[in-house]
C-alpha cells in the first residue's frame, strides 16, 4: 500500500511521512475515526513506507523486495494483530486476513466475522495474542531496523490482554512500533490511549470523495456527487452506496440469466453460469445468494396480483410477469434452502465452482417441479 494509494488525509500522511523522515517514530501511535475513512490503509502505507529501501518522494518505490513483501504480506518484521474468534492467535487466521484486506479496502468489522466463520461470536484479541505480543518484543527484528505491531481495533482487547499490552507500551521498545487502529477509542483502556501518540482522521471533503469515486469505479459525475454527498465524507461509506447500487443492476441480470438457463437445462450453459457466479468471490456471491431468496419470495408474492406487497425494481417486474408463474409453494422453500446451503459452503472454503455447479443442477430440477393441483 502506497501513501498515494490512501485517499485524502493530507496533514495526517505529511506527520507519518515525518516521522520516518526524521528518524524520529513514536514507539506507539493510534490512528483513530469513524469506520470507513481508510485508518487501517494508511497504517498499512506507513508501515511500507518505513520499510521501504528505496523511498521516493515521499512514498514507497512499491517494486524494492521489501515493498513487494508488504503487497505479499509477507514481510516478516509486520506483524499483523486483529480480534479472532476460537481463542486462537491472528496468525490462525492470516489467509482470511489476506483475502479479506483484498476484497474490501475499507475493512468494515461487520464483515471480518464472517470471513472468518465466527458465527454469533464477535471476535476479539485474546489475552494469549497479547502474551505473544510480549514475546516478540523481546526477540531481535528479522531484517528492518524496527518491526511494525500493527494492531486492528484495540477497543476489541479483552481486558486482561489490555493490561498485558500496557506493560510493553509503557517500556518503548528500540526496534518495535505499535501501530493502533480504532474506530471507537472511547472504549480502548485510557491508560493505553495516554501511551500513545494519537492522530485522529478527519472526513474527507466531498468534491475529493466525488472525484475518487468517478475515478476508482468509473462512477458517472452524478451519482458520484450524491454518494460523496450521502456518505458525509466517509470514503468507506460513499464506496458502499455506489457498489450497491452497481452490483443491484448486475444482480438483477444475473438472476435473470441464471433461472432461464436453470430452465433451459443446458449442460454447457450451466457450467458457464456457475463458474460466473463462482468467479465474483466469496463475499459477493453470498451476496448474491442472498439477493436470488429475495427475488424467490418476491416472484412468489408476485403470484398473488397484489402489486402493494411487491418490491421489486421495474426490471425486475418485467421478469417476473414471465417467471413469476415457476415460483410456487413447491418449489420455493427448497429452492431457498439450496441458496442457502450453497451460501454456508462456499464461506466455509468449499470449492465455489463445484458448489455453483451443484446448486444450478439442483435449482434446474427444482424450477420444473409442477404446481400442486
Ligand atoms: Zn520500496
Not at 44 to 66: E, I, K, W
Not at 193 to 207: A, H, V
Not at 330 to 345: I, K
Request: proline residues 5%; contains cysteine; hydrophobic residues 40%.
Amino acid at each position: 500500500m502506497l501513501f498515494s494509494d490512501v485517499t485524502g488525509h493530507t496533514d495526517a500522511k505529511a506527520m507519518l511521512r515525518n516521522y520516518v523522515d526524521s528518524g524520529r517514530i513514536p514507539h506507539a501511535i493510534m490512528l483513530s475515526g469513524v469506520a470507513g475513512l481508510g485508518k487501517l490503509r494508511l497504517a498499512m502505507a506507513f508501515s511500507q513506507y518505513l520499510h521501504c529501501t528505496n523511498r521516493q518522494n515521499g512514498d514507497s518505490c512499491g517494486v524494492c523486495p521489501s515493498c513487494l513483501q508488504h503487497k505479499a504480506f509477507n514481510f516478516p518484521d509486520m506483524i499483523y494483530v486483529y480480534p479472532v474468534v476460537k481463542k486462537a492467535l491472528s496468525r490462525d487466521y492470516a489467509e482470511e486476513w489476506k483475502n479479506y484486506l483484498a476484497e474490501n479496502p475499507f475493512n468494515p468489522f461487520r464483515e471480518w466475522g464472517p470471513a472468518i466463520e465466527a458465527g454469533n461470536t464477535s471476535p476479539i484479541i485474546y489475552v494469549t495474542e497479547a502474551d505473544e505480543i510480549v514475546r516478540l518484543t523481546s526477540l531481535s527484528t528479522y531484517s528492518a531496523d524496527k518491526r511494525v505491531i500493527l494492531l486492528w481495533l484495540p477497543e476489541k482487547l479483552q481486558p486482561a490482554a489490555a493490561n498485558k499490552l500496557l506493560k510493553v507500551l509503557e517500556e518503548p521498545f528500540e526496534n518495535t512500533v505499535f501501530l493502533l487502529v480504532s474506530n471507537e477509542p472511547q472504549q480502548v483502556l485510557p491508560t493505553i490511549l495516554s501511551r500513545t501518540q494519537r492522530i485522529e482522521l478527519k472526513r474527507i471533503d466531498e468534491e475529493e470523495v466525488t472525484g475518487w469515486l468517478e475515478k476508482r469505479f468509473g462512477t458517472d459525475p452524478f451519482l458520484a456527487c450524491e454518494a460523496a454527498r450521502l456518505s458525509e465524507g466517509i470514503p468507506g461509506k460513499a464506496m458502499e452506496i455506489v457498489l450497491h447500487d452497481a452490483e443491484k443492476s448486475e444482480f438483477t441480470a444475473l438472476f435473470q440469466k441464471m433461472m432461464r438457463i436453470a430452465y433451459s437445462r443446458v449442460g454447457a450453459d450451466l457450467k458457464v453460469v456457475s463458474e460466473e457466479i463462482a468467479a465474483m468471490g466469496r463475499q459477493k456471491t453470498t451476496r448474491y445468494f442472498d439477493y436470488c431468496q429475495g427475488q424467490l419470495r418476491e416472484n412468489l408474492i408476485y403470484n398473488l396480483h397484489r402489486a402493494e406487497l411487491n418490491l421489486m425494481s421495474a426490471d425486475e417486474e418485467t421478469f417476473s410477469a414471465k417467471f413469476a408463474p415457476f415460483i410456487h409453494l413447491g418449489n420455493v422453500t427448497p429452492m431457498s434452502e439450496e441458496l442457502s446451503r450453497a451460501s454456508a459452503d462456499i464461506m466455509r472454503n468449499a470449492n465455489a465452482k463445484v458448489v455453483c455447479f451443484d446448486l444450478m443442477l439442483k435449482l434446474s430440477m427444482l424450477i420444473r417441479t409442477p404446481r400442486a393441483k
